[in-house]
T-cell receptor, first 115, second 114 residues
Framework: GAGVSQSPSNKVTEKGKDVELRCDPISGHTALYWYRQSLGQGLEFLIY????????KSGLPSDRFSAERTGGSVSTLTIQRTQQEDSAVYLCASSLNVGPYGEQYFGPGTRLTVT | TQLLEQSPQFLSIQEGENLTVYCNSSSVFSSLQWYRQEPGEGPVLLVTVVTGGEVKKLKRLTFQFGDARKDSSLHITAAQPGDTGLYLCAGAWYSGGGADGLTFGKGTHLIIQP
């Protein structure tokens, strides 16, 4: 079956513009996660969804970041008024169940460059 | 805040050699996962270890979870050029109020030279 897909694969935007990143999880996976990967910083957890609900948004770097999930499937991560420090690869993952034993399957990521 | 220290950060060895990558934390994790990531792709899960002292083998790769569930190691025997990649350890914990995301180490960049 199809894996996790993300779009766009690459996005170049000017500082101050808004961007929207999309994630299509594996069908039937109830949990969805967003991470950010920066050079030298490793993967940073941003937010997770159980169904359409995000119980904890404290991992989002600032109030310019928001995420939503609709229909228990597609999720979008929105960054408003982008800054150069937002440049990174944004990875989405999904898993069948919530919990520490669930295997997370990652998409290929969206590489965001803010100029 | 749970932190995972991964070492070494970079490792370049010759084909056929053995190597070990370490992942250490001061926190106890519910489980620990090892991923491998290639350029332009997302991480791919290699193994999940759950029980303290657990050892799992995947062909030439041996994964071990520490008795106290605070550390783990990945050992590769007779490394091959195809083993080249970024190896990431990731710890998971269950807060009781819901699942949190994985805490990743910064990764080990492994290069196996023919």
């Amino acid at each position: 079956g199809a894996g996790v897909s993300q779009s766009p694969s690459n996005k170049v935007t000017e500082k101050g513009k808004d961007v929207e990143l999309r994630c299509d999880p594996i069908s039937g996976h109830t949990a969805l996660y967003w991470y950010r990967q920066s050079l030298g910083q490793g993967l940073e957890f941003l937010i997770y969804f159980q169904g359409n609900s995000a119980p904890d948004k404290s991992g989002l770097p600032s109030d310019r970041f928001s995420a939503e999930r609709t229909g228990g499937s597609v999720s979008t991560l929105t960054i408003q008024r982008t800054q150069q420090e937002d440049s990174a690869v944004y990875l989405c993952a999904s898993s069948l169940n919530v919990g520490p034993y669930g295997e997370q399957y990652f998409g290929p990521g969206t590489r965001l460059t803010v100029t | 805040t749970q932190l995972l220290e991964q070492s070494p950060q970079f490792l370049s060895i010759q084909e056929g050699e053995n190597l070990t990558v370490y992942c250490n934390s001061s926190s106890v994790f519910s489980s620990l996962q090892w991923y491998r990531q290639e350029p332009g792709e997302g991480p791919v899960l290699l193994v999940t270890v759950v029980t303290g002292g657990e050892v799992k083998k995947l062909k030439r790769l041996t994964f071990q979870f520490g008795d106290a569930r605070k550390d783990s190691s990945l050992h590769i025997t007779a490394a091959q050029p195809g083993d080249t990649g970024l190896y990431l350890c990731a710890g998971a914990w269950y807060s009781g109020g819901g699942a949190d995301g994985l805490t990743f180490g910064k990764g080990t960049h492994l290069i196996i030279q023919p």
